[in-house]
């Protein structure tokens, strides 16, 4: 692993914790970034033509505690009908900031824009069209004026109205001009933001909010931490929206949702949240605010601090000397027990509890190619987990690290505690095994599926097929939660097989894009599936699709039988 000198918040300082001061931004009447707390939003996904459903839906959500609304502006009916909407849950007495979700028409966003509190618009696919092919040649300076005229305008609106905008880059929908320019990058979505940025910046238009969203926990968590770098570097201090898109339903959703929005809050990033789960909109408020809540006035400790020894913008395991199945290139390995331990009869197993400690190990422990660390600690322990990993590497000691943590919560918090916690350890590759002990939880089966689900989530070990599945909103047909049910019925088992289930084509087939097999709404009630990239099988009855689904991993010879 290399150091990285690029300005982030917290190199200076690996131990302490500090957060990213962002610009305050009023939402309607509530105030986003600065020193206000973490926000929670969601999205809904009725029909958004249905204003009675649509309007019982965001009371809902508020009444879970929701603060900001999305809908979906697809049309421009859709786009007309958000005053209606707004009108009546005003008459109601909820008067919830309401976010308009734009994709592909500027001029929607236009008229959206005079209704709602907030704008979110995808500078992927907000003023480019996808070209049949990729031109080698570019005048990249072209493009951006393009850009600009189709922008200003939207600016010039929200400016009249008071309007905020969200810049919300998705890793399924770069443009063919960022793709030809940065690739498939984390690079790549934060500048396709960073365009439109400074564009609001030469209009003198600063209420913004800035995203990266992926349904891969490392793109989101390295395109978010590159994107406030940049913004820092460039004098700009907006607030940042968190979510892990298409993250699923279930534990797996709040897993891996946890795991990358939890990273981010320990270093210090973010203003508002959003867990995407494919389940009722309502079901996400709980986690994020139990979340949120988990780092809410968060404090650095006392470690003497350090610079960070690892580039937090790209994935490099840290370098250890393996001992028996532990370290190395092996997957981090689960422990539940001190049962676990004793078969490890080569292993030496050091405790390590502070930096101080690290010079005053015995050098025969330091010497002894057997060894391998325990790091213990308590809630807001990372900070002090990742200063003694940054101690060891800055000393140059390789011999592999074991996170072991105790929580005493619910189920429900567990789950979410450990995945941001271990979360955040794993997408920057610096442990070598996991120890959760919870002694509110007697079932040691329970403790490891959270562990491989954590491990599965950051990409660590692949236990079981994966599931990219968006939350749907009104742009969606079919019975997605429904779909997805019999889906992971019926093919969790295929380990190491990825399958999109994805609501629409706004970012499925991009988020999608390195699944083996797709299953993606075409049309109410229709589903197109795909091999790879490639459609396959378009407009099946969504009576007959999943079995269609299944029928297309047989006869490309990637099943097996469920043991």
């Known amino acids: 692993m290399k150091a990285f000198d690029e300005t982030y918040p917290f190199n200076k300082n690996v131990s302490g914790f500090m957060r990213f001061e962002t610009r305050e931004v009023l939402i309607g009447n509530i105030p986003l970034g600065g020193s206000n707390q973490v926000r929670v939003q969601s999205m809904t996904n009725t029909d958004t033509n249905d204003t009675d459903a649509t309007v019982e839906q965001a009371i809902r959500l508020v009444k879970a505690g929701c603060e900001y609304v999305r809908i979906t502006a697809q049309g421009e009916r859709e786009a007309e009908n958000l005053k209606v909407i707004k009108q009546k849950l005003h008459d109601l007495g909820y008067k919830v900031p309401i976010i308009a979700d734009v994709h592909f028409n500027p001029h929607i966003a236009e008229i959206a824009a005079g209704y709602v509190e907030k704008v979110r618009i995808n500078p992927g696919n907000f003023t480019d069209k996808k070209r049949s092919s990729v031109s080698p040649v570019m005048n990249y300076n072209n493009e951006i004026e393009r850009i600009r005229k189709r922008l200003s305008p939207l600016i010039y609106i929200c400016k009249q109205y008071g309007t905020a905008i969200r810049i919300g880059s998705n890793h399924g929908s770069l443009s063919d001009r960022i793709l030809d320019r940065y690739g498939d990058t984390p690079e790549g979505m934060a500048e396709a933001a960073l365009e439109f940025i400074r564009i609001c910046r030469e209009n003198d238009f600063h209420k913004l909010v800035i995203s990266m969203k992926s349904s891969n926990v490392k793109v989101m968590v390295q395109s978010t931490r590159l994107l406030v770098s940049r913004m820092m570097a460039e004098g700009m201090n907006y607030p940042v929206h968190l979510g892990v898109t298409e993250a699923g339903d279930g534990e797996d959703g709040r897993i891996k949702s946890s795991a990358g929005i939890g990273a981010l809050l320990e270093d210090g990033i973010g203003d508002t949240l959003r867990v995407s789960l494919t389940e009722d909109p309502e079901a996400e408020i709980p986690v994020a605010r139990t979340l949120a809540n988990y780092y809410s006035g968060r404090k650095g400790n006392k470690s003497k601090p350090q610079s960070l020894p690892w580039d937090p913008f790209s994935f490099q395991r840290r370098a250890t000397n393996p001992v028996s199945d532990i370290g190395g290139n092996f997957p981090p390995v689960i422990i539940l027990s001190k049962k676990d331990l004793q078969k490890y009869t080569e292993v030496h197993f050091v405790a390590l509890t502070s930096v101080d400690k690290i010079k005053r190990i015995n050098a025969i422990d330091l010497n002894n190619k057997n060894t391998v660390f325990i790091i213990s600690s308590a809630r807001a322990g990372v900070r002090k987990e990742r200063n003694l990993i940054a101690a060891l590497m800055n000393r140059g000691i390789n011999l592999p690290v074991i996170i072991k943590r105790k929580y005493n919560c619910s189920a429900e918090e567990l789950i979410i505690r450990a995945s941001a916690d271990y979360g955040s350890l794993l997408v920057d590759g610096l442990i070598d095994g996991m120890w959760i002990q919870a002694p509110g939880i007697s079932s040691s089966?329970?403790?490891?599926?959270?562990?491989?689900?954590?491990?599965?989530?950051?990409?660590?070990?692949?236990?079981?097929?994966?599931?990219?599945?968006?939350?749907?909103?009104?742009?969606?047909?079919?019975?997605?939660?429904?779909?997805?049910?019999?889906?992971k019925a019926r093919t969790s088992h295929l380990k190491g097989l990825k399958i999109g289930v994805m609501g629409c084509i706004v970012n499925g087939p991009g988020e999608m894009s390195d699944a083996h097999y797709g299953y993606v709404g075409s049309g109410k009630g229709k589903i197109t599936l795909y091999k790879g990239k490639q459609v396959v099988k378009k407009n099946i009855d969504e009576a007959f699709a999943v079995q269609a689904l299944i029928e297309l991993i047989k006869e490309n010879n990637d099943w097996q039988e469920s043991k």
Not at 455 to 463: C, F, N, V
Not at 476 to 483: D, K, L, R, V
């Open 445 to 487: 089966d329970s403790l490891s599926e959270l562990s491989l689900g954590i491990l599965q989530a950051t990409g660590a070990k692949i236990s079981k097929a994966e599931f990219i599945s968006c939350p749907s909103c009104g742009r969606t047909t079919y019975n997605i939660q429904e779909s997805l049910k019999n889906i």
